[in-house]
Nanobody
Framework: QVQLVESGGGLVQAGGSLRLSCQAS????????MAWFRQAPGKEREFVTR????????YYSDSVTGRFTVSIDSPKNTMYLQMNSLKPEDTAVYYC??????????????????WGQGTQVTVSS
Protein backbone atom coordinates (compact mmCIF):
# COMPACT_ATOMS: atom_id res chain seq x y z
CA GLN A 1 0.00 0.00 0.00
CA VAL A 2 1.01 3.59 -0.68
CA GLN A 3 -0.34 6.49 1.33
CA LEU A 4 -0.74 9.92 -0.27
CA VAL A 5 -1.09 13.27 1.48
CA GLU A 6 -1.84 16.46 -0.45
CA SER A 7 -1.11 19.99 0.72
CA GLY A 8 -0.84 23.51 -0.64
CA GLY A 9 -4.42 24.34 -1.49
CA GLY A 10 -6.01 27.67 -0.63
CA LEU A 11 -7.73 30.80 -1.87
CA VAL A 12 -6.16 32.84 -4.66
CA GLN A 13 -7.30 35.57 -7.02
CA ALA A 14 -7.72 34.93 -10.72
CA GLY A 15 -4.36 35.19 -12.47
CA GLY A 16 -2.50 34.06 -9.38
CA SER A 17 -0.46 30.93 -8.68
CA LEU A 18 -0.45 28.03 -6.24
CA ARG A 19 1.75 24.97 -5.82
CA LEU A 20 0.25 21.73 -4.61
CA SER A 21 2.28 18.90 -3.10
CA CYS A 22 1.52 15.21 -2.81
CA GLN A 23 3.80 13.18 -0.56
CA ALA A 24 3.87 9.42 -0.89
CA SER A 25 4.83 6.97 1.85
CA UNK A 26 4.74 3.23 2.33
CA UNK A 27 5.52 0.89 -0.57
CA UNK A 28 6.80 3.64 -2.85
CA UNK A 29 8.94 1.16 -4.79
CA UNK A 30 5.69 0.03 -6.44
CA UNK A 31 4.94 3.45 -7.95
CA UNK A 32 4.79 3.58 -11.75
CA UNK A 33 3.08 6.93 -12.22
CA MET A 34 1.21 9.61 -10.31
CA ALA A 35 -1.56 11.94 -11.33
CA TRP A 36 -3.69 14.86 -10.31
CA PHE A 37 -7.45 14.90 -10.71
CA ARG A 38 -9.92 17.54 -9.62
CA GLN A 39 -13.59 17.67 -8.74
CA ALA A 40 -15.68 20.81 -8.80
CA PRO A 41 -19.01 21.03 -6.94
CA GLY A 42 -21.72 19.15 -8.79
CA LYS A 43 -19.30 17.76 -11.37
CA GLU A 44 -17.50 14.49 -11.94
CA ARG A 45 -13.87 14.06 -11.01
CA GLU A 46 -11.71 14.93 -14.02
CA PHE A 47 -8.15 14.22 -15.08
CA VAL A 48 -5.65 17.08 -14.83
CA THR A 49 -2.17 15.65 -15.37
CA ARG A 50 -0.05 12.52 -15.04
CA UNK A 51 3.68 11.93 -14.67
CA UNK A 52 5.71 8.74 -14.71
CA UNK A 53 7.70 8.16 -11.53
CA UNK A 54 11.00 8.55 -13.39
CA UNK A 55 9.62 11.88 -14.72
CA UNK A 56 10.32 11.06 -18.35
CA UNK A 57 6.73 11.42 -19.56
CA UNK A 58 3.95 13.84 -18.70
CA TYR A 59 0.37 14.30 -19.88
CA TYR A 60 -1.99 17.23 -19.41
CA SER A 61 -5.64 17.92 -20.02
CA ASP A 62 -6.37 20.56 -22.63
CA SER A 63 -7.82 22.88 -20.02
CA VAL A 64 -4.55 23.22 -18.09
CA THR A 65 -1.91 22.83 -20.81
CA GLY A 66 0.43 25.78 -20.76
CA ARG A 67 -0.65 26.89 -17.29
CA PHE A 68 0.04 23.90 -15.01
CA THR A 69 3.29 21.98 -14.61
CA VAL A 70 3.68 18.63 -12.88
CA SER A 71 6.99 17.45 -11.44
CA ILE A 72 8.45 14.82 -9.13
CA ASP A 73 11.18 14.95 -6.50
CA SER A 74 11.93 11.25 -6.21
CA PRO A 75 14.26 11.41 -3.17
CA LYS A 76 11.45 13.16 -1.30
CA ASN A 77 8.75 10.88 -2.74
CA THR A 78 6.80 14.02 -3.57
CA MET A 79 4.86 15.14 -6.64
CA TYR A 80 4.16 18.81 -7.25
CA LEU A 81 1.62 20.72 -9.30
CA GLN A 82 2.59 24.29 -10.13
CA MET A 83 -0.56 26.14 -11.16
CA ASN A 84 -0.17 29.52 -12.86
CA SER A 85 -2.65 31.91 -14.46
CA LEU A 86 -5.41 30.42 -12.37
CA LYS A 87 -9.01 30.90 -13.44
CA PRO A 88 -12.26 30.69 -11.44
CA GLU A 89 -13.09 27.51 -13.35
CA ASP A 90 -10.01 25.88 -11.77
CA THR A 91 -11.85 25.93 -8.44
CA ALA A 92 -12.14 22.35 -7.20
CA VAL A 93 -10.88 19.80 -4.75
CA TYR A 94 -7.61 18.49 -6.15
CA TYR A 95 -6.70 14.84 -5.56
CA CYS A 96 -3.45 13.03 -6.21
CA UNK A 97 -3.45 9.38 -7.20
CA UNK A 98 -0.92 6.66 -7.94
CA UNK A 99 -0.68 3.87 -10.48
CA UNK A 100 1.42 0.74 -10.23
CA UNK A 101 1.43 -0.16 -13.93
CA UNK A 102 1.26 1.27 -17.42
CA UNK A 103 -2.12 2.21 -18.86
CA UNK A 104 -3.15 3.87 -22.09
CA UNK A 105 -6.34 4.99 -20.32
CA UNK A 106 -4.48 7.26 -17.95
CA UNK A 107 -7.40 9.69 -17.78
CA UNK A 108 -9.64 6.98 -16.33
CA UNK A 109 -9.97 7.09 -12.53
CA UNK A 110 -10.25 3.32 -12.33
CA UNK A 111 -6.66 2.96 -13.56
CA UNK A 112 -5.34 4.28 -10.24
CA UNK A 113 -4.68 2.13 -7.19
CA UNK A 114 -4.94 4.75 -4.46
CA TRP A 115 -5.88 8.33 -3.72
CA GLY A 116 -5.10 11.15 -1.34
CA GLN A 117 -7.72 12.92 0.74
CA GLY A 118 -7.84 16.01 -1.48
CA THR A 119 -7.00 19.69 -1.04
CA GLN A 120 -9.32 22.59 -1.84
CA VAL A 121 -8.33 25.21 -4.41
CA THR A 122 -10.56 28.25 -4.71
CA VAL A 123 -9.95 30.93 -7.36
CA SER A 124 -11.86 34.16 -6.93
CA SER A 125 -12.76 36.42 -9.83
Amino acid sequence: QVQLVESGGGLVQAGGSLRLSCQASGRTFSLYAMAWFRQAPGKEREFVTRIRWNADRTYYSDSVTGRFTVSIDSPKNTMYLQMNSLKPEDTAVYYCAYATKYSSNYQDMTEYAGWGQGTQVTVSS
